[in-house]
């Protein structure tokens, strides 16, 4: 289990680092959108794997808190890109 | 054996978010990173998410992880999909690659008339 616990961080955190990357190059403003949203549902899966590995039980309510309001904030972000209010 | 499925769920699942995020940095345009950021990315946290609700330690954790997996399939294409729109009405020109853009009002007239391509 320690072995596939450090391979599992690995992956997410590899991941992780190339969504950073994305966001920070990224040529066009949806580039880092795009970016924001997938390291939104990689925190999902990391909060949810951290959940197994720590056995800290509160942990999942991370991952199912931030599903959440990573999907609001998306759409708000879409919204702003085009060019309307909130309310509309 | 549940425990050897739940370990093979997440890492097949990490392995998927990897492929995913890989796609992000190495495709040409926002369209086409969306789609393999979204597709591949919510399928291994899916997958992840699987593997939690068979190895949590309580029952409580697993309805969790179960529905936060039921809510990731189904808002994750919604947001992809307000995504590409708002890019699509910001003007992000489309790889020049691509062969249909079914947005663009006269390439569907053109389309409709002759074929394309």
């Known amino acids: ?10 992956l997410l955190g590899v991941s ?17 959108m795009v970016g924001i949203d997938i390291l939104g549902i990689l925190v999902v ?10 056995g800290r039980d509160f942990v999942i309510n991370i ?15 879409a919204k702003h890109l085009e060019g309307k209010g909130f309310d509309e | 054996m549940s425990n050897s499925v739940a370990v093979v769920l997440l890492l097949v699942g990490a392995a998927f978010d990897l492929a995913g995020c890989i796609g992000l940095v190495r495709l040409p ?18 997958l992840i998410l699987a ?14 992880a179960v529905l936060c997996l039921l809510f ?34 006269e390439s569907r007239e053109a389309s409709e008339g002759e074929p394309r391509r």
């Not at chain 1, 289990?1 to 690995?10: E, F, H, T, W």
């Not at chain 1, 990391?46 to 720590?54: D, E, G, K, N, P």
């Not at chain 2, 990173?33 to 946290?45: I, N, S």
Request: net charge positive; glycine share 10%.
């Open chain 1, 63 to 77: 991952a199912l808190a931030w599903a959440l309001l990573s999907f609001v904030g998306t759409l708000a972000l």
């Open chain 2, 72 to 105: 990731a399939l189904l808002t994750s294409p919604t947001a992809a999909h307000a995504l590409a729109r708002g890019a699509r009405i910001t003007g992000v020109p489309l790889w020049e690659g691509s062969v249909v853009d079914q947005w663009e009002p």
């Open chain 1, 16 to 32: 992780a680092v190339l969504c950073l990357y994305r966001i920070g190059r990224g040529p066009t403003t949806p580039d880092r």
């Open chain 2, 29 to 46: 345009d926002v369209y086409n990173r969306l789609q393999a950021g979204t597709k591949c990315v919510t399928l291994g946290t899916c």
């Open chain 1, 1 to 10: 289990m320690a072995v596939v616990a450090k391979i599992l961080v690995g």
């Open chain 2, 51 to 64: 593997g939690t609700a068979l190895l949590a330690h309580c029952p409580a954790c697993s309805v969790k």
């Open chain 1, 45 to 54: 899966g990391f909060a949810s794997v951290s959940c197994i590995l720590t």
